[in-house]
Structures are given as structure tokens and as C-alpha cells.
């Protein structure tokens, strides 16, 4: 696992997040250890993610999120700290975990799944991110697997999404190819061309 890139918007992604739950109260009441591993395993399965353990980070003064384990100093128990924390470990999974902590698809997850545990819409959480000067993926980087989509499952998914947008990609290219030879007077014949377009369809 290589290192993170340089995280360029973190503050003002802590910046967003407590203006908006200050604002609209949204940060929720503190919630004991258990209460936090419950809500953290309801948004994990939504992805088909294992849910991390939830520790007490005792003794720490912010909270850290991996594969295996969240942990969670008081300050940070409460619903906005454990969405955020989810939000580390599905972006970390689902991609590249040498992205910046606070990306532009972290950002696109926490407001996607806020959305649905508060009153605030997304187009709301959208706008407020862009005046907040907090960069959002688009929508399309947004997947939600079924909850019984195993592990292996997700990677493999996520493998043949990629392949399919490079296959995509290869099968434009040989289309303007034979275009270019028929300009210069080679023609493929249609039997071959054929066969090529049934292969990558």
C-alpha cells in the first residue's frame, strides 16, 4: 500500500463539516462505543464492506479510520464523526487508497450518505461544498453494491467496470483506424470486422 498524496483540502473539508452541523444541528447526540459500531456496520453494508471495530481511542486527540479498525476520542462520537470515518474506509476500498485522505470522492461519499441519515438534500450538501470552496466528485463516482456483494465480488466488479471503459476506449480506436485505411483505400473486410465487433460487444 503506497502512501497518500498530498491531502490540499483537508482543512477546508473539516471546515465544511462543522459549519454544516453547527448550522443545522445535525452533529447529533454523543453515542456510546456500541451505538457508534451499529451505525458504522448499517452504512458499511450498504457498500458491501466489512465494518471495521470501533475503539476508544483513548488518549488520542483525533479519530482514524482503516480496513480493520475506527478510533473514535469522544469528541468524535457522534453521527458526523462516524460518517466520516466510514467514508475513509469504503473510499479506501473501493479506490485508490494512495488518493488524498480528503479528495474530491471522499468528499462525494460523506455528503452522499449524509444525505440520507439527515434532513439536508444533496443538492444542498452540493452547493454548500462549492461556497465552501470544497471540491465534489460527480455523481458517477458514487457506487452502492448490495449488501450481499462479498468482498471478492466488489473487487472483481470494480475490475470489470474498469475493463469495460478501456475496452470501450480500444473499440473507438480500431473504428476510426478502419475508417482512416478505407480514406487510403485498405478495406477489413466485414466478415474479420465482424468478428472483432462480437468479441468486444
Known sequence: ???HARDSQKQQVYEFEEE?????????????????QGLVAEICSQFAVNPPEVKDGRGCKSAFANELWITLPKQFRNMIGVVHECCHVICDIMFDCDRPYHDSIFVR??????????????????????ISH???APPADFRVLSPGVSGKLLSLYLEADQCSAELEFFCAQADDARSELAEIGVQIDDETYAARSELFS
Open 109 to 130: 461519499y460523506f455528503i452522499e450518505i449524509l444525505a440520507t441519515r439527515s434532513t439536508l438534500t444533496l443538492p444542498y450538501l452540493e452547493h454548500f461544498a462549492k
Open 1 to 3: 500500500m503506497g502512501q
Open 134 to 136: 470544497v471540491q465534489v
Open 20 to 36: 454544516i452541523a453547527e448550522l443545522h444541528g445535525i452533529k447529533g447526540e454523543q453515542l456510546t462505543l456500541l451505538e457508534c
